[in-house]
């Protein structure tokens, strides 16, 4: 028997079902802790071992809990909107859901109800249609994202996900750690021709890697060599790709925005 797979389809429909519900028109409106109120969910922040935020149902009453040390609005937001994926599509399952780092940003190797209450958050927060109508026809790059980060109060990680998932061409997103990559997602293009290793020593090539070394990264995209970063052989070979890099300091990793020149 096939184990379940993940339905990111019914995720993002029920994501912009809510939006058509309440009658959210713009970013702005969307205040979290609001929208749990009226679905029956509070929302609070306290101490939580081992998991970033965790839901919490008894019948149509559920508490969301966001672990009360992270600081990022964006990061915070992003753990509530997860926990309400899990209370609207995940009614039938455990009356606990307690999600880590790993699970707020589970695609391929996560459970499906991990990946599905992504999907959900990621629709919620940055609903395709207005997020898509403002990187129609753009350039990449992070100052593109940090700005869509503002606009919609959402983590430079996400948006960067975001971001590459409603993208035609060839664009990826990686996020280091100790040196190494740690997870990487990419557009539908740049994954049907090039792979990333995770857990590789990042090349010595990368900018991703001079940060590591102390270096100050500079603030413009640059060209790296194509294979510092693509693994294996490809019939689209390139000689470069365009990194830019930002720290994130408070975790220790560095996040590359990768492209095609």
């Known amino acids: 028997m096939k184990p379940p797979q993940a339905n990111k389809f019914i995720a993002e429909a029920e994501a912009r079902r809510i939006w058509s519900l309440y009658g959210f028109s713009s970013p702005k409106d969307?205040?979290?802790?609001?929208?749990?109120?009226?679905?029956?969910v509070i929302v609070m922040e306290g101490a939580l071992d081992g998991a970033v935020a965790r839901l919490v149902r008894r019948g149509n009453k559920g508490l969301i809990r966001v672990k009360q040390n992270v600081q990022e609005l964006g990061r915070k937001r992003f753990g509530i909107a997860h926990e309400l994926g899990h209370w609207e599509l995940h009614k039938a399952s455990t009356q606990v859901h307690a999600c880590t780092d790993d699970d707020l940003h589970a695609a391929y190797k996560g459970s499906p109800q991990e990946i599905e209450a992504n999907s959900f958050a990621a629709g919620l927060l940055m609903p395709e249609d207005l997020f898509g109508a403002r990187i129609a026809g753009t350039q990449p790059s992070l100052d593109l994202i940090q700005k869509l980060a503002d606009e919609f109060?959402?983590?430079l990680t996400a948006t960067a996900v975001r971001y590459v998932e409603l993208r035609e061409d060839y664009?990826?997103?990686?996020?280091?750690?100790?040196?190494?990559?740690?997870w990487w997602r990419a557009s539908k293009d740049f994954e049907d021709h090039f792979w990333l290793d995770s857990g590789k020593p990042l090349s010595p090539k990368t900018l991703a890697s001079a940060v590591f070394a102390g270096e100050t990264p500079p603030r413009k995209p640059q060209r790296v060599d194509f294979n510092a970063w693509v693994t294996g052989e490809t019939e689209l070979q390139q000689d470069d790709?365009?990194?830019?890099?930002?720290?994130?300091?408070?975790?220790?990793q560095v996040i590359s925005f990768l492209w095609l020149p």
């Open 153 to 155: 109060q959402t983590s």
């Open 171 to 182: 664009c990826a997103v990686v996020i280091s750690e100790k040196g190494k990559v740690r």
């Open 241 to 252: 790709i365009v990194e830019q890099v930002s720290p994130i300091n408070r975790y220790d």
């Open 30 to 40: 969307l205040v979290l802790e609001d929208l749990a109120y009226a679905m029956g």
